[in-house]
């Protein structure tokens, strides 16, 4: 079935560096994606999100990329820092069959990304 | 303004015992979302409520499960007679309109862990 999934599963690095995280996405007919941090016992924690007539949006030290081409998205963390240390999940949004969307998401399977002082 | 709010945090059921979990949505969000996070997995859509109203569950499986979201109070999902393989963490999202989505905010979500 189609699916959302994440290349990597783990990352590691240095506390300062950029980060990237990838999703890879099957279904053409997704309204919108969204990253999610999730902590350690925790519920997921919106961080951005970016509709699938855009390519690229930017906050605060995060930016989110979508290529429909190659059905990719990627979220890139500038001066990554000890707090960004959790799981990020790639999720979209798929409209029914009326073409119409609720709040139903597909998540991925998950990155752990892991900062060092 | 709280967030969601879930109860309760952590849930120990024997097997055959029935568990409830509630979701209070933040106030006025009248949508709710279930979710379903096995051990290292991503979260899985269980179910989607309106006041008074199912409105999809695909998700949920077709025996044991069921959900409610009544006119007054929190959401509840209900599980009767469970199983090992029903331990995970299950969350809960609200949201103030039908488009959910970014507008959504989850939970801290319940850990049921069955015996």
């Known amino acids: 079935g189609e699916s959302v999934g994440l290349h990597l599963p783990t990352l590691s690095v240095q506390e300062g560096d950029n980060s990237i995280i990838n999703c890879a996405y099957s279904n053409s007919a997704s309204d919108y994606f969204i990253w999610y941090k999730q902590e350690s016992g925790k519920g997921p924690q919106f961080i951005i999100d970016i509709r699938s007539n855009m390519d690229k949006r930017q906050g605060q030290r995060v930016t989110v990329l979508l290529n429909k081409t190659v059905k990719h998205l990627s979220l890139q963390i500038a001066a990554t820092q000890p707090g960004d240390s959790a799981v990020y999940f790639c999720a979209e949004n798929i409209a029914n069959a009326g073409g119409t969307s609720y709040g139903k998401l597909t998540f991925g399977q998950g990155t752990i990304l892991t900062v060092h002082p | 303004n709280a967030g969601v709010m879930q109860n309760p945090r952590h849930l120990v059921r024997r097997r055959g015992q029935e568990a409830r979990l509630r979701c209070s949505p933040m106030?006025?969000?009248?949508?709710v979302y279930w979710y379903r996070q096995l051990p290292e997995e991503g979260l899985k859509f269980m179910v989607y409520l309106q006041k008074e109203n199912i409105i999809d569950e695909s998700g949920m499986p077709k025996e044991r499960f069921s959900a409610e979201f009544p006119k007054e109070g929190p959401s509840i999902l209900r599980i009767q007679q469970v199983v090992r393989g029903d331990s995970a963490a299950y969350f809960c999202?609200?949201?103030?309109?039908?488009?959910?989505?970014?507008?959504?905010?989850f939970g801290q979500g319940t850990r049921l862990t069955v015996v």
């Open positions: 999202a609200s949201s103030p309109s039908i488009l959910g989505g970014p507008e959504a905010f």
């Open positions: 106030k006025g969000h009248s949508h």
